[in-house]
């Protein structure tokens, strides 16, 4: 009953998925490139 009561509170993969996914994204590219040029 505890544990069953803990997993609902979590938000679905969908929603987690997608809302990182697209920022994720954006901040990785920038990211790589700004830590590349410095880091060579």
Known sequence: ???????????????????????TKDTELPSIEDIQPPSV
């Open 1 to 23: 009953s505890g544990m069953s009561y803990k997993e609902p509170p979590i938000p679905p993969p969908s929603v987690e998925e997608q809302e990182p996914t697209e920022e």
